[in-house]
């Protein structure tokens, strides 16, 4: 987990601009890539990809040295997360008589961090966002790969259509993720994005009929680009 403070000159830390930026990125659909700041040569060193988990306040002195409310941000490395996406899912009596809607709403919900909440319990918290933005895509993908419309290759233990959610924009899959950027695809499809010399046209084909799909189901929320978030530490 890394720590990194918000910005703000003088007085309590609110979030606006910047620290509202870090803090909504992942619904705003902006990726965070972290810098560090060298120490003589003030280059930048690129640290990945993160995920901003969790926000709390501590006590820092401002640019005057008054102390003030500071907004900490706890950032995972994108990677971190990936085994959550592997793993089996967990059983959530309450998500099995939900329909379409209330798993998208609950995707869309748990792409947001919310302001201020105790750092105890922050992994729990970011599995159970991953695991939401899961569960909708795979039941919008409905059993059949949304790259290749082939039926899942075979069942989980469970009785789920076995398909692997793929992160659109990312280098790496896993954490929450605005469900517009992520697909339920089968293993040799998601293997072929990855790794096959064709990947990069097949995801970027694969994210397009994402979006329109999802267009549909919310016309409000459409037409936005990803863009990117630099912060330096
Ligand atoms: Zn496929
Ligand atoms: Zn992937």
Do not use: W
């Not at 901003?52 to 820092?60: I, K, M, Q």
């Not at 419309?149 to 789920?160: D, I, L, S, T, W």
């Not at 280098?171 to 990069?200: E, M, N």
């Amino acid at each position: 987990m890394f720590r990194y403070f918000g910005e703000g000159q003088e007085g309590d830390m609110t979030f606006t601009s910047g620290n509202k930026a870090i803090r909504d990125h992942v619904a705003e659909g902006e990726d965070l890539l972290l810098f560090q700041k060298q120490d003589r040569s003030g280059m930048l060193r690129f640290l990945g990809q993160f995920v901003c988990v969790n926000t709390t306040r501590e006590p820092t002195p401002d640019r005057l040295g008054n102390m003030r409310s500071g907004i900490v941000f706890h950032l995972v490395p994108v990677e971190a997360l990936h085994d959550v996406d592997a793993a089996e899912p967990e059983a959530d009596p309450n998500a099995g008589g939900l329909d379409l809607v209330a798993l998208r709403s609950a995707a869309m919900e748990a792409a947001s961090t919310g302001d201020d909440q105790p750092a105890e319990g922050a992994r729990r918290r970011i599995y159970q966002r991953s695991e939401a933005v899961r569960r909708y895509v795979l039941a919008r993908a409905a059993g059949v790969c949304e790259c290749c419309k082939a039926p899942a290759p075979f069942v989980r233990a469970n009785g789920e259509p076995y398909l692997e959610p793929h992160h659109v924009r990312r280098v790496s899959d896993g954490g929450p993720d605005d469900p517009r950027y992520v697909a339920g695809v089968c293993p040799t499809c998601h293997r072929r994005i990855h790794h096959g010399a064709d990947g990069k046209r097949i995801n970027d084909d694969l994210g397009e009929a994402i979006l329109l799909l999802e267009r549909a189901m919310d016309p409000v929320k459409s037409g936005k680009r990803t863009r990117r978030k630099h912060i330096v530490a």
